[in-house]
């Protein structure tokens, strides 16, 4: 690798992330069933439907996991935790299994100088609230709440950083509108509820942990460059959209109090009575913002309802997951973010990484990973205030409706055995943070 950590200003914090439905195994500790469970046992969602109840038993392994990260000289781990784990129901009784989980999970973290690094909710929505509703519910601000309350009441005391929602675009538009993920749903009224339920219970969590005394906290957005794929007008308006559906509506609302107008021409008339008038909540002042880059799309016009956009095929290399390589792409949304939306605030490349077939050649994560630290610190040269990077991922893991075949893992995981080897990249990554 071209790039070592001395190349970064000091304290520049390196990560490597994962999540609890990917990795722990929701059949053990007492985790109630989640929609994820549901939707992995419905036919055609997931790859041989296969689900996160063993996973990479991490809920067994949690100690030789985060050796792993200390051995490989990592300053931070990001983990979420689950609300089906802790809260089984959803509301209401906790699991004292899955709040002592989290509890040995932050002091591991801790005893091997490792800065915990927590994500509240990253997928995995307990059923009964799955079957109320969900992210179309307007009282899941409420509900998350209270979810905030009972975790944090027991970690907020030792954990660096929290941030609630991992990638909201995810939880909602890629889950309400694309059906591709759970609750699978192509609606754009649940969509457009989701989307704007996801922000408010985002600033109701922001509330609650600022009432716990936390600080650190942040957001986790993840990001797409949207190339025209094509020469034409309808190209480059079709780009436009899909940039503002992706990239700007959950920025637009936690820093501009409001969501762009390319948004709000297909959404205004689906989202929630009364919506205006929850920005007080939404926009409730962060720490830092979080981002989470992997790729670019190649954006067509399309003769269908709004928004009217059709992905084509792009030109450059791509990924296990046919993801195309676009490094350049992490600067233009570090230098976006800070330019459009985020100022002086400090950002985080809070997921970047690769799936590659394993083969035994790491070569080309190796250099995925060193041409992003480079695009990282290209823009910290340009000035953006980026204070860390993280992997995504730790393990080779559950890779939602893609199952288990797609390793975007540091450390080769067989599923079988549960055995663990790091690749050839996490030698490579653990001799940059060294040097
Ligand atoms: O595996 C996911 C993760 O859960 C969220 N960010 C993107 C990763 C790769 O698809």
Known sequence: ?????????????????????????????????????????????????EDGRVACDHYHRMD????????????????????????????????????????????????????????LYHWELPSPLADRGGW???????????????????????????????EPWCVSWLSHFEGHHAPGMRDIRAAARAMHHVLVAHGRAIEVMRGL?????????????????????GARVA?????????????G???????????LEGLEPYLPRGWQDDFDTIAAPLDWLGLNYYTCKRIGADDG????????????????????????????????ARDEYTGDLPLLVTESGMALAHDGNDDARIAYVDAHLGEALRAIRDGVPLAG????????????????????????????????????????LAEALRA
């Open 1 to 49: 690798m071209r790039h070592r950590r001395s190349d970064f200003p000091p304290g520049f914090l390196f990560a490597a992330a994962t999540s609890s439905y990917q990795i722990e195994g929701h059949g053990f500790g007492g985790a109630g069933e989640t929609h994820w469970d549901t939707f992995a046992a419905t036919p055609g969602n997931v790859v041989r439907a």
């Open 305 to 336: 309802p709004w928004p009217s956009y059709a992905y084509r095929k792009g030109p450059l290399p791509k990924t296990q997951v046919d993801w195309e390589i676009h490094p350049e792409g992490l600067h233009h949304f570090l230098t976006m």
């Open 239 to 251: 780009a436009a959209r899909y940039d503002a559906i992706y990239n700007r509506f959950f920025l």
């Open 136 to 166: 179309r519910n307007a009282d899941m601000p409420d509900w998350f709440a209270d979810f905030t309350a009972t975790v944090m009441g027991r970690i907020g005391d030792r954990v660096f950083s929290a941030a609630p929602i991992n």
């Open 64 to 119: 030789a996991d985060l050796d792993l990260c200390a051995a490989l000289g990592l300053d931070a781990y990001r983990f979420s935790t689950s609300w089906a784990r802790v809260m089984p129901e959803g509301t209401g009784a906790a699991n004292p299994k899955g709040l002592d989980f989290y509890d040995r999970l932050v002091d591991g973290c801790l005893d091997r100088g490792l800065k915990p690094m927590a994500t």
């Open 213 to 233: 005394g936390m600080g650190n906290l942040g957001a986790v957005c993840n990001f797409e460059r949207a190339f025209p794929a094509d020469d034409s007008e």
């Open 389 to 428: 990077f993280t992997y995504w991922s730790l393990l080779d893991n559950y890779e939602w409706s893609l199952g288990y075949e797609k390793r975007f893992g540091l450390v080769h995981v067989d599923f079988e055995t549960q055995e663990r080897t790091p690749k050839a990249s996490y030698h490579a």
């Open 253 to 263: 609302g936690l820093f501009h109090r409001r969501y762009p107008d390319l948004v």
